[in-house]
């Protein structure tokens, strides 16, 4: 990755900004940032429920991609109830209900 490209990712990262990316420099998928809701340490985990396995936890204050987005497991959260699970990496999700989408439904592709 570029230095420009580099702090361009970093800046987004911080700021939610929608991110362009792909190979050589080639627009292929729009990424946008939400935050978690404020005051929550997430779980991050292996598969939409909580009896997946927990891979990592989300800090306080943290930013997330949400790259597809697939049903499981219903949780309430601090938006709401809802079966959503967001997949922000490879093989790892959050539940919807913990991140500030502006939406009860669907805001990113299903996971296929």
């Known amino acids: 990755m570029s230095p420009v490209t580099r702090r361009s990712v970093l800046l987004a990262t911080a700021t939610g900004a929608f991110i362009t990316v792909g190979a050589a420099g080639t627009a292929e998928a729009e990424i946008r940032y939400y935050p978690v809701a404020p005051g929550y340490r997430v779980n991050v985990r292996r598969g939409p429920g909580t009896q997946y396995a927990i891979v990592r936890v989300l800090p306080e204050g943290a930013?997330?991609?949400?790259?597809?987005?697939t049903p499981?497991?219903?949780?309430?959260?601090?938006?709401?109830?809802?079966?959503?699970?967001?997949?922000?990496?490879?093989?790892?999700?959050?539940?919807?209900?913990?991140?500030?989408?502006?939406?009860?439904?669907?805001?990113?592709?299903?996971?296929?």
């Open 72 to 112: 499981g497991e219903t949780i309430t959260g601090p938006y709401g109830t809802s079966n959503i699970w967001d997949n922000i990496d490879d093989g790892e999700f959050i539940a919807d209900a913990y991140v500030q989408t502006g939406s009860d439904g669907y805001v990113r592709p299903r996971c296929s």
């Open 63 to 69: 930013m997330v991609p949400i790259f597809c987005q």
